[in-house]
């Protein structure tokens, strides 16, 4: 994208949404919190894929996942009063454990609506920081409605897993680290459930590497932002059948959908087959533990979905809170 088209496409967010100056500002607040994570090579995949590959490993930042960094941005700019009375919000895993963790360490009381079948480890986790679980069934229960029901009522402030401007802010600190410690890219692979890591992500690659093209990977039984993306208008699905449990989301944000199509490329997805096969990647590899979620962008990258000969390419592992169980069974495939 050159600089006009980049002018253009940002100008044709709507006012209101994030810029990569909230990008900025969140930084400030989460440094010397969140991890500035590693960012890891691999010469296995470079000859893989005949480019030069860039992990920005946010399966090492606190709670595991890049979602650490939205829920304290977010957390950190309420009032003292709303600090007081406490958060609410709904995830299936790392934004529940961002959350409770954030909260945790700020002195505010969460609660989390989390469905049934969560990964047992995640919902341990999300109580052992000190958030009090609410457990709903996910095919028939609206976790948003619980979600609004249980603010009303208690007067909670509500901070949706993507849909929230100073979450997609915070989200976008990781892209922002990445291109700080190796400059310009060609692509950048983000996984996308909701969008907000993407569509923090593009904020932060428009900045400060404006040619560079984006793409955002999700699993290809839930294609609910490709289709999106693609026509033009938020497409909403049944809950997909999918191994990569924190991108079972149903639609993308009507906030993160404007930035994600003013400023993406496009949408890419992945079978659960190579997810399983890049989180064997990753452990035979590059001795980490990603999560099947974690695995969407490095699955596309590894699969040349696009060509990654000669290129720069940034790809955003997005987290790594597996069941220790499950990835056994993952990997006996």
Excluded: W
């Amino acid at each position: 994208m050159n600089a006009q088209a980049q002018q253009d496409a940002l100008r044709s967010i709507p006012p209101g949404l994030p810029t990569y100056d909230d990008v900025v500002a969140a930084a400030g607040r989460i440094e010397g919190v969140a991890h500035r994570t590693p960012v890891l090579t691999s010469r296995t995949a470079d000859e893989q894929t005949g480019g030069t590959l860039f992990f920005k490993a946010e399966n090492l930042q606190r709670a595991g996942a890049f979602k650490f960094r939205g829920a304290y941005n977010a957390i950190a700019q309420l009032s003292p009063e709303a600090k007081a009375r406490g958060v609410v919000a709904f995830s299936s895993g790392n934004h529940a454990q961002a959350i409770a963790y954030a909260g945790q360490l700020q002195g505010v009381p969460t609660v989390i609506i989390m469905p049934q079948d969560a990964p047992a480890m995640k919902v341990a986790a999300t109580k052992g920081y000190g958030g009090e679980v609410v457990l709903y069934d996910r095919y028939t229960e609206d976790r948003e409605a619980i979600g609004r029901r249980l603010s009303e009522e208690r007067g909670l402030t509500l901070i949706p897993p993507y849909d929230h401007e100073d979450v997609i802010a915070g989200q976008g600190t990781a892209a922002k680290e990445l291109f700080e410690e190796v400059g310009s890219l060609d692509m950048l692979f983000v996984c996308t459930g909701g969008g907000g890591l993407l569509a923090g992500s593009a904020l932060a690659a428009r900045a400060l590497s404006p040619e560079c093209r984006i793409y955002g990977v999700e699993p290809e039984a839930g294609n609910d932002a490709q289709q999106s993306f693609r026509s033009g208008t938020i497409v909403k699905i049944p809950v997909p059948t999918t191994i990569a449990d924190g991108a079972q989301t149903t639609y993308i944000g009507s906030k993160t959908f404007p930035i994600m199509r003013a400023l993406v490329d496009d949408i890419l997805t992945v079978s659960d087959a190579q997810l399983i096969d890049t989180m064997r990647f990753f452990i035979e590899r590059m001795k980490i533990v990603v999560e099947p979620t974690g695995c969407l962008s490095a699955a596309a990258a590894l699969n040349n979905l696009v060509t990654c000969e000669g290129k720069r390419v940034g790809i955003i592992i997005s987290g790594g809170n597996v069941d220790p169980r499950a990835l056994a069974g993952f990997l006996a495939v």
